[in-house]
């Protein structure tokens, strides 16, 4: 059994890696991080770009690329192996112009079967959550860190996202949302760069390239833990404030 004091150390630890990513995402988010009354440098680990320029020249620059363009260079993607174990490559969907992303992990049996983002019954209740903010999935915009299923819906391996990650980015430029959602642990880690609990990212925004990230439980989660739903509840309400209307 875990004594207190070594408990105390990985809580110590985690909070001391949540404050770095709260911190962080204050600058990026321009805002001054004045609680930290400190000249200097900020100590943070090199995972983490500490610059002071100003916010938009970290913002993903828009490029005149459109989402089609960006299927077809990757095309019948063979870059990591799951391409050879797919049913259907899984891309993405929803409207281009959203000012919201939702991103999950990767597809699943259901979505490899039919090439489309969330539409097994974790799908099915990210449908209800988005339906409860008052939205469609045809108003928002809904993909993955992989585009492939990995085998029996084990966790995305580094080399995987390495090859797919480029083409989520592009998706991301090309849409340039005012809002990401990163469903799970999974997203949150890959798109935010940090290891810190996803019980402690959630609920808060964080900055991605200059675009608001929102970290919230998994719907597949939420299947196991209906008690969750509520913070989620609380997440997406959060999203909701900062939305234009015409998302
Ligand atoms: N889980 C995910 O993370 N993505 C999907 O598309 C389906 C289930």
Known sequence: MEKPEENMGTELLALVRSLKVQIQSDIDLGKSPSYLCMRGEIPMDNSIDVDHSPVESKMLPRKSLSL?????????????????????????????????????????????????????????????????MGLTRKDVYICNILKCRPPGNRNPKPEEINACEPFLIKQLKVINPQVICALGTFAAHTLLKTDVPITLLRGKFHAYHGIQLMPTYHPAYLLRNPGAKKQVWEDVQKIMTVLSPQT
Do not use: M, W, Y
């Open 68 to 132: 089609e363009e960006v299927k077809k260079e990757l095309g019948d993607c063979q870059r990591c192996p799951l391409g050879k174990l797919r049913t259907n490559l899984v891309f993405g969907e929803g409207n281009p112009k959203s000012g919201l992303v939702f991103v999950g992990e990767a597809p699943g049996g259901d979505e490899d079967i039919q090439g489309r983002p969330f539409v097994g019954r974790a799908g099915q209740l990210l449908t209800k959550i988005i339906e409860a």
